[in-house]
């Protein structure tokens, strides 16, 4: 049993701890150790820096705080953040994160705490005393984690934003390079039918594009304020909370204090979009995969994105392709992890959101890290067109098109399309492609064959024939691409 004198293991007496004199015993080692988050949370001290300054001055509105205190406590946070993010603080700092968020504090910079906000309010009454612990007034952690994470969110979020708006730009500058590339289109990955490689390129700019709008759709829903929604039931001091969002950037004020420290709808939300975004970036990447195999050989690595094999001298390995692809798997699972730990909650907030952070970091982290990956592969993808052509030309791609053709000359398509497959098995017995047949043999299988069906067992013939919104007819992905672009 500890005195009012003893100290615990934060080095504080108890009778100081910010949380009050509730408890007599200083904390289990294994229990507190459990419970203690400040290795992940601690990415959030910019958002808690930012969220207390703004919060200090609505206790100034409150009456709580003067305006010389306030100033006074405005300083010391930024110190405070000074302090606990320069990486010239402490030795073997971590590098900056790849996606340009600030590396955690280190845990000598902030000592023991329990979480990021005790680290900054520890950091605060270190410097002014009692005048620190009045920050705190009218406040819970439960409405000041759920503001953090919002910032973070929209911090976040506009990152994303950015990594996908250079995918797309990379995707557009190579389908502008590849206008007259022509390439097998493929179903059950089959050969198919020719299309362009540039109309096969903007497919995945327009499933980018609805990401874009997945990711700006939940934004929207996070620019919501919980701030002054206490621990659950609202402040018990007057702070003018529509002015404390718009001090921190937000939309609007949260209009239920029990939805709004309890709410993780807004990560939730992030987190799917960031899911689907991902299978997207694992199909452009799998088809990496298939087009620089020796198999396709429709494309090749410059060999600084390539890797090769410890074993055979011969092997070049798209690894971060193979990397991109599987790490869709990841981020989906931290999608589901955050619905699990929501999954059956009562309100308001439960310490079960503690593990709302690691979910939605790793997340995020990837999604980015894979988008930019994704780009600088795409950019550095070299195109084969002479045997994308070739492979185009074969597999029988241009049966539609005789098909086609029957039906424009009066003949039903079902009849149309068992002719062709007529034709077809002839050509793989005598080892032909459509295009080898004379006329007189193709009559034999019907006489609306005449000499104009060469002009359409072409593969320009093929493409010129899809002009349709949406097709891969030249002339449709040059509109497209313009409408891309602008």
Same mark, same amino acid.
């Given at each position: 049993?500890?005195?009012?004198?003893?100290?615990?293991?934060?080095?504080?007496?108890?009778?100081?701890?910010?949380?009050?004199?509730?408890?007599?015993?200083?904390?289990?080692?294994?229990?507190?150790?459990?419970?203690?988050?400040?290795?992940?949370?601690?990415?959030?001290?910019?958002?808690?820096?930012?969220?207390?300054?703004?919060?200090?001055?609505?206790?100034?509105?409150?009456?709580?705080?003067?305006?010389?205190?306030?100033?006074?406590?405005?300083?010391?946070?930024?110190?405070?953040?000074?302090?606990?993010?320069?990486?010239?603080?402490?030795?073997?700092?971590?590098?900056?994160?790849?996606?340009?968020?600030?590396?955690?504090?280190?845990?000598?910079?902030?000592?023991?705490?329990?979480?990021?906000?005790?680290?900054?309010?520890?950091?605060?009454?270190?410097?002014?005393?009692?005048?620190?612990?009045?920050?705190?007034?009218?406040?819970?952690?439960?409405?000041?984690?759920?503001?953090?994470?919002?910032?973070?969110?929209?911090?976040?979020?506009?990152?994303?934003?950015?990594?996908?708006?250079?995918?797309?730009?990379?995707?557009?500058?190579?389908?502008?390079?590849?206008?007259?590339?022509?390439?097998?289109?493929?179903?059950?990955?089959?050969?198919?039918?020719?299309?362009? %490689?540039?109309?096969?390129? #903007? !497919? =995945?700019?327009?499933? $980018?594009?609805? &990401?874009?709008?997945?990711?700006? *759709?939940?934004? +929207?829903?996070?620019?919501?304020?919980?701030?002054?929604?206490?621990?659950?039931?609202?402040?018990?001091?007057?702070?003018?909370?529509?002015?404390?969002?718009?001090?921190?950037?937000?939309?609007?004020?949260?209009?239920?204090?029990?939805?709004?420290?309890?709410?993780?709808?807004?990560?939730?939300?992030?987190?799917?979009?960031?899911?689907?975004?991902?299978?997207?970036?694992?199909?452009?990447?799998?088809?990496?995969?298939?087009?620089?195999?020796?198999?396709?050989?429709?494309?090749?690595?410059?060999?600084?994105?390539?890797?090769?094999?410890?074993?055979?001298?011969?092997?070049?390995?798209?690894?971060?392709?193979?990397?991109?692809?599987?790490?869709?798997?990841?981020?989906?699972?931290?999608?589901?992890?955050?619905?699990?730990? %929501?999954?059956?909650?009562? #309100? !308001? =907030?439960?310490?079960? $959101?503690?593990? &709302?952070?690691?979910?939605?970091? *790793?997340?995020? +982290?990837?999604?980015?890290?894979?988008?930019?990956?994704?780009?600088?592969?795409?950019?550095?993808?070299?195109?084969?067109?002479?045997?994308?052509?070739?492979?185009?030309?074969?597999?029988?791609?241009?049966?539609?098109?005789?098909?086609?053709?029957?039906?424009?000359?009066?003949?039903?398509?079902?009849?149309?399309?068992?002719?062709?497959?007529?034709?077809?098995?002839?050509?793989?017995?005598?080892?032909?492609?459509?295009?080898?047949?004379?006329?007189?043999?193709?009559?034999?299988?019907?006489?609306?064959?005449?000499?104009?069906?060469?002009?359409?067992?072409?593969?320009?013939?093929?493409?010129?024939?899809?002009?349709?919104?949406?097709?891969?007819?030249?002339?449709?992905?040059?509109?497209?691409?313009?409408?891309?672009?602008?």
């Amino acid at each position: 049993m500890g005195s009012a004198g003893q100290a615990n293991v934060e080095g504080c007496p108890l009778s100081d701890q910010p949380w009050g004199g509730r408890f007599g015993e200083e904390p289990d080692p294994l229990i507190d150790g459990f419970t203690r988050s400040l290795a992940v949370d601690s990415r959030l001290l910019r958002e808690d820096i930012a969220g207390s300054r703004a919060y200090a001055k609505a206790l100034v509105g409150a009456g709580v705080l003067t305006a010389e205190e306030q100033l006074r406590i405005d300083l010391a946070l930024q110190d405070i953040e000074s302090e606990l993010s320069n990486p010239t603080l402490a030795d073997n700092s971590p590098p900056p994160l790849a996606n340009n968020f600030p590396p955690p504090p280190r845990e000598g910079r902030v000592g023991a705490a329990e979480d990021i906000h005790m680290a900054v309010e520890q950091k605060l009454i270190q410097k002014h005393g009692p005048l620190g612990g009045k920050l705190h007034t009218g406040r819970s952690r439960n409405d000041q984690v759920a503001v953090d994470l919002r910032l973070w969110v929209k911090t976040a979020g506009a990152q994303i934003l950015e990594a996908i708006d250079a995918l797309e730009s990379a995707l557009i500058a190579r389908a502008e390079d590849h206008l007259d590339t022509v390439m097998p289109g493929y179903t059950h990955t089959q050969r198919a039918q020719p299309v362009l %490689l540039a109309h096969h390129l #903007l !497919a =995945y700019v327009e499933m $980018l594009t609805r &990401d874009r709008s997945r990711i700006e *759709d939940a934004l +929207d829903r996070a620019d919501v304020s919980p701030l002054g929604a206490g621990a659950l039931a609202g402040s018990g001091f007057p702070i003018d909370r529509t002015a404390l969002a718009r001090e921190l950037g937000f939309k609007t004020a949260a209009m239920n204090s029990l939805d709004a420290v309890a709410d993780r709808d807004f990560a939730l939300e992030l987190l799917a979009g960031c899911s689907i975004a991902m299978i997207h970036l694992s199909r452009l990447c799998g088809e990496m995969v298939l087009w620089t195999s020796a198999e396709f050989s429709f494309a090749s690595f410059p060999d600084a994105l390539a890797s090769g094999s410890s074993m055979m001298p011969n092997k070049k390995n798209p690894c971060a392709a193979e990397l991109v692809r599987a790490k869709s798997g990841r981020v989906a699972g931290d999608l589901m992890n955050l619905l699990m730990v %929501l999954k059956g909650l009562p #309100l !308001a =907030y439960n310490r079960d $959101l503690q593990e &709302d952070k690691e979910a939605l970091f *790793d997340g995020v +982290d990837t999604t980015i890290d894979c988008l930019r990956v994704a780009e600088r592969l795409v950019l550095g993808l070299r195109f084969d067109p002479d045997v994308m052509r070739a492979a185009a030309l074969s597999g029988y791609a241009l049966a539609t098109e005789a098909a086609d053709y029957l039906s424009r000359k009066g003949m039903p398509f079902r009849d149309a399309h068992r002719v062709v497959g007529k034709i077809v098995a002839g050509g793989i017995a005598s080892h032909r492609g459509l295009e080898d047949f004379t006329l007189d043999e193709l009559q034999q299988f019907s006489p609306l064959f005449s000499a104009d069906i060469f002009d359409h067992l072409t593969l320009e013939g093929a493409l010129k024939s899809r002009d349709v919104l949406g097709g891969t007819a030249p002339a449709q992905v040059k509109e497209a691409l313009a409408r891309v672009k602008a």
